[in-house]
């Protein structure tokens, strides 16, 4: 079966730096894909390059064997099929919970406002907020505004769901209510690739783990493997780190 997204000698540089090296990914519908690795190693950038808010320098990114768009209304189209939630919640501000979620499906998708606030209210209820729908952002918590952002992105029928370090801006009582959103989508088969630092959630939820090392994929392979049997020294090294925290 053909991957979702296929990743072929990517590369990408920021000045002199090269943030990721000759980068090859495979991701498969239904998959969630977990990356892991020390700050710097360009897990972000790789994220942000599968939705085109980074060019990239070489190499290619297929999406459902298209390649990606580089702009106009195809682009447009990318950004509605690949959702993103990022470490900032990024709601606007001065608009209701339901009306941050409606937006896009209205806007984008040119779904009609009624059947739009409905599903709203239906992804709201599922990631726990449905009763906040009428107040702005400001009047949640954190946790709460990072689920409205998972909604948001639901709400748009992606193919596939990027979470860049979704709960790092959190304070820690925050982190687990957000972590159980992501992991009952895991077991739904929501297609998810989530760059995160909490190893709880990737060796629970994840179908493969994938650590970066800078700039290029170290290892990969189930969390059973990684986790268990690391087969490099840097990620030994990583992991030792992280599972003292």
């Known amino acids: 079966m053909k ?28 998959e969630v894909v977990v990356v892991v690795g020390p700050s710097g190693s360009g897990k972000s950038t790789l994220c942000r390059c599968v939705n085109r808010l980074e060019q990239i320098d070489s190499g290619t990114i297929t999406l459902d064997g298209e390649p990606l768009p580089a702009e106009g209304k195809r682009l447009a189209q990318l ?20 009306d941050n979620v409606t937006l896009g499906p209205v806007k984008v998708r040119g779904m009609p406002v009624r059947e739009a606030e409905t599903e709203a209210r239906r992804l ?18 954190g946790g709460q505004q990072q689920r409205v952002a998972i909604a948001r992105a639901l709400a748009m029928s992606p193919k596939l769901v990027l979470f860049d370090e979704p709960t790092s801006a959190l304070d820690p009582e925050m982190v687990h209510e957000v972590l159980d959103v992501m992991t009952s989508l895991a ?55 992280v599972l003292q925290h």
Do not use: W, Y
Not at 79 to 96: E, I, K, Y
Not at 213 to 227: C, L, M, N, W
């Open 3 to 30: 991957p979702l997204v296929s990743i072929r000698g990517l590369c990408k540089s920021f000045g002199d730096i090269e943030v990721l090296h000759d980068v090859d990914l495979d991701i498969h519908h239904g």
């Open 187 to 241: 077991a739904d088969g929501t297609t998810m690739v989530v760059v995160t630092h909490e190893m709880g959630f990737a060796r629970k939820a994840a179908n493969r783990v994938v650590f970066m090392s800078d700039g290029r994929i170290a290892e990969q392979g189930t969390p059973e493997e990684f986790f268990d049997r690391t087969s490099t020294e840097r990620a030994r090294d990583f992991l030792s780190k």
């Open 79 to 98: 950004r509605a099929d690949v959702g993103m939630v990022f470490q900032s919640f990024n709601l606007f501000a001065h608009r209701t919970i339901l």
């Open 124 to 141: 709201l209820d599922r990631v726990g907020v449905g009763d906040q729908a009428g107040k702005l952002p400001a009047e949640l918590s």
